[in-house]
């Protein structure tokens, strides 16, 4: 089996803070996700990306980059982080296409923005 | 667009007894559904999907979800739960796997002995 790492575990940022946040891989997964975890709102996706260096914008793009430079990881940068901000970042990978795929993700990071 | 809804956010059961968990999907043509569980402090595991076929899908740990394409829906059960069954589901619903996938808001489940 493989694992999906996320660092750091928790993140304290400041208003107006660039932030990032990584992931990766050991599956040899084609597509990786992040998303976003709100108390009560559930999981958002923010981007995608389908192989190396290709990007896709999900529902929550605005606010975020990301980068895909290698097929192991995928990298989220908040641009500027809100004050008062907490959520957890998600980040999973998949094979894609095809019937038998699952979703696979990572534990998280807690974002604090303080 | 395609969405989930779990009407139910939090549901508390005795151990041993049953648990159903309810999840309605939007989609205009039949969808891959999934029900994912989530620990404290821990990412997503899958616990069970529905491609095609035998409405009625087993998946890990006793549980199992029926599909219903008149209803919409994707149900999931357990006839006998265990206190280490608290935690929170959510149900998830994909048209096209590279988009990844669109997530009901979840149901925290409450086991107590």
């Known amino acids: 089996g493989g694992i999906i790492t996320q660092t750091p575990k928790f993140l304290i940022g400041q208003e107006g803070q660039k932030l990032t946040l990584k992931c990766q891989q050991n599956?040899?997964?084609?597509?990786m996700y992040w998303y976003r975890q709100d108390s009560g709102k559930g999981l958002r996706l923010i981007y995608y990306?389908?192989?190396?260096?290709?990007?896709q914008k999900g529902d929550l793009s605005e606010g975020y980059d990301a980068s895909r430079e290698k097929k192991s990881s995928f990298s989220l940068t908040v641009t500027s982080a809100q004050k008062n901000e907490m959520a957890v970042f998600l980040c999973?990978?998949?094979?894609?296409?095809?019937?038998?795929?699952?979703?696979?993700f990572g534990k998280g990071t807690r974002l604090t923005v303080v | 667009a395609q969405s989930v809804t779990q009407p139910d956010a939090r549901v508390t059961v005795s151990e041993g007894a049953s648990l159903q968990l309810r999840c309605k999907y939007s989609?205009?043509?039949?969808?891959?559904l999934f029900w994912y569980v989530q620990y404290p402090r821990q990412g997503l595991q899958l616990l069970l999907k529905?491609?095609?076929?035998?409405?009625v899908v087993q998946g890990v740990n006793g549980f199992e979800a029926e599909f219903s394409k008149s209803n919409s829906s994707f149900h999931l059960r357990k006839a006998s739960v265990h206190w280490s069954d608290s935690a929170v589901y959510f149900c998830?619903?994909?048209?096209?796997?590279?988009?990844?996938?669109?997530f009901g808001l979840g149901t925290r489940v409450s086991v107590f002995p």
């Open positions: 999973a990978s998949s094979i894609t296409p095809g019937q038998n795929t699952e979703v696979f």
């Open positions: 998830a619903v994909s048209s096209n796997y590279a988009q990844g996938l669109t």
């Open positions: 529905y491609y095609s076929g035998d409405p």
């Open positions: 599956f040899n997964h084609d597509t």
């Open positions: 990306s389908i192989t190396e260096n290709d990007l």
């Open positions: 989609y205009s043509a039949t969808p891959y």
